[in-house]
């Protein structure tokens, strides 16, 4: 196995241009969490890259694009959804409100509640991000044969169902 990797390793150098670094991995990209963290990295830059333009970060897009399939949700079901605090939800509620993207209306049914609606702004800044969105994800699945992305997606489930 240390023989695989090694061989595995030199390989890799040859065929990557991010080895021009003078830092020495010393085995450190053998782990599979290493991996995972420098994949995100390079999908995260391509992502703000991307999206610059439309001045979303990630979760504004994911919040805004949650509202707008489920209208009228609640920011306490938009951040269990996507395992985040109360408080940075509403951080991103707020600035989504702010830039007139979505509004708040208190619920009919529970005056307690509020609930979360897209504008007609919020429709077409969500239709451009989905656009932009396709193209970020063709360039991150462009790298992959079908089958691969298939084993990628299952991978990635079982680690996240975990």
């Known amino acids: 196995m240390l023989m695989r990797n090694a061989t595995v390793r030199r390989e890799r150098k040859a065929a990557t241009p991010q080895n021009k670094s003078s830092v020495d991995r010393a085995g450190?990209?053998?782990?599979?969490?290493?991996r995972i963290r420098?994949?995100?990295v390079a999908v995260r830059r391509h992502f703000d890259e991307s999206?610059?333009?439309?001045?979303?970060?990630?979760k504004q897009t994911s919040v805004l694009w949650l509202i707008g399939a489920n209208s009228g949700v609640s920011q306490i079901a938009l951040a269990n959804e996507l395992g985040m605090d109360r408080a940075s939800m509403m951080a991103i509620v707020d600035r989504l409100q702010d830039r007139g993207l979505i509004v708040r209306k208190r619920s009919a049914s529970d005056g307690r509640r509020q609930?979360?609606?897209v504008t007609a702004k919020g429709r077409k800044v969500l239709d451009k991000a989905k656009t932009v969105l396709a193209a970020h994800e063709k360039w991150i699945t462009g790298r992959f044969s079908t089958r691969e992305m298939n084993a990628l997606m299952d991978a990635l489930q079982r680690i996240y169902a975990a």
Request: glycine share 4%; net charge negative.
């Open 115 to 117: 609930e979360l609606y």
């Open 38 to 40: 420098t994949a995100y």
């Open 51 to 58: 999206m610059k333009h439309l001045d979303l970060t990630k």
């Open 28 to 34: 450190v990209d053998d782990f599979i969490g290493y």
